[in-house]
C-alpha cells in the first residue's frame, strides 16, 4: 500500500467523471511546465523550437503538455469504465509524476475480465493517436512549420506520444497493462497469487533490463524502471497480504 498511499496523500481533486474522483499529485505540478519548457526547447516534429514568436511558442507548448496529461487521463478513463462495467470498483483516478493510476479494489474475478480491463487502456491511447495522426495526415501532411500549421503539429506530436503510450504500455512488465494481461493469462492455469509472482518476476526482469538499457539511452526509462520495479514487489505483496486474510 505504500507507493498508493504517498500518490493519495499529496493529491487534490479537480473533477468528477463517471462518478470518479479524478485527482491530481502534487508531482504533478511540477511536472507540466516541465513537459511544456521541453515541448518548447525540442525542434521539429516533437517540439516547437522552430517557432518564432515565443508567445505561440508557449502557449502551443503548455497546451501539448494539458492535453498530454488528458490523453493519459483518457486512458485511465477506459480501464475505470470497462471494470465498473464488469463489477469493479473504481475509488478514484490519479494523475502523478509520470502517468496516472486507477486504484481498484482488488481484481475482476474473471481472468479474461481482467485481461481485457488492461487492454482497454492501450487500446484507446492507440485509437486516439491513430485517429490524430490521421487528423494531421489528412490536413497538414508536412509535419513542417514552414509549410504547415503549428496547431498541426500539436496534434502530430499528441498522436504520436499515445501511439508511444499505448505500445509502451503493453510490454509484459507488471504492474504495467502488458503485465496484468500476462498476470491475467497465467491466472487461467495457476492460482492468482502464484499468477501475480510470476508476472511480478518477470516485471521485475525487464525493468532491470530497461534500467541498464536506460542507463546508456535515457534518465527517463531509468525512472520508469525504477517505478516498474517498485510496484511490481508493491502489488505482489499487496496480492499476497490480501488472500492470506481470506485462506
Ligand atoms: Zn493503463
Known sequence: MKKEEII?????????????????????????????????????????????????????????????????????????????????????ITLYLIGGVSAMEGELRDPSNEAKMAFVGPFSSIIIGIFLLLLNYVFSPAISLSDGNPFFLMIFILGYINIILGLFNLIPAFPMDGGRILRAFLAQRMGFVEATEKAAFIGKILAFAMGLFGLFTSFWLILIAFFIYMGASGEEQQVRNRYEKYN
Open 8 to 92: 493519495m496523500e499529496n493529491s487534490y481533486q479537480i473533477a468528477r467523471i463517471l462518478d470518479i474522483p479524478i485527482k491530481i499529485h502534487i508531482s504533478f505540478l511540477l511536472v507540466l511546465p516541465f513537459f511544456a519548457w521541453m515541448f518548447a526547447i525540442q525542434p521539429e516534429p516533437f517540439g516547437f523550437a522552430g517557432i518564432e514568436s515565443a508567445f505561440i511558442k508557449y502557449i502551443l507548448s503548455l497546451m501539448t503538455a494539458i492535453l498530454l496529461f488528458v490523453s493519459v487521463l483518457i486512458h485511465e478513463l477506459a480501464h475505470s469504465y470497462f471494470s465498473l462495467r464488469y463489477g469493479g470498483s473504481i475509488s478514484e
